[in-house]
């Protein structure tokens, strides 16, 4: 089984920033893909960026030129640096890991106030 812990998230003023952090632990070897994915009230859980082993990445439209995936493989943790937030990105931010099955981590609450 793999774990997620994320880290990072908090309340905001919009156009500010938010680094969120996510560290894999247990049966780590042979994770691929990783990311973030938010989940607004009433609404279905979206893709926000994920990050290859290799690091390639891939954004939704909705954070590109604002936000930046990173990953380091040696401490098994990726970041999503977020900038310029809007009251739109208020969401509950979860990790995803892919290993053969998708792993979610318990998400991080992430407000953005106008």
């Known amino acids: 089984q793999v774990r997620l812990v994320e880290s990072g998230g908090g309340l905001v003023q919009a156009g500010g920033s938010l680094r969120l952090s996510c560290t894999a632990s247990?049966?780590?070897?042979?994770?691929?893909?990783m990311g973030w994915y938010r989940q607004a009230e009433g609404k279905l859980r979206e893709l926000v960026a994920t990050?290859?082993?290799?690091?390639?990445?891939n954004y939704a439209d909705s954070g590109k030129g604002r936000f930046t995936i990173s990953r380091d493989n040696a401490k098994n943790t990726i970041d999503l640096q977020m900038n310029s937030l809007k009251p739109e990105d208020t969401a509950f931010y979860f990790c995803?890991?892919?290993?053969?099955?998708?792993?979610w981590g318990q998400g991080t609450q992430v407000t953005v106030s106008s």
């Open positions: 995803a890991a892919v290993q053969h099955k998708w792993f």
């Open positions: 990050i290859t082993s290799d690091g390639d990445t």
């Open positions: 247990g049966s780590i070897v042979g994770i691929g893909l």
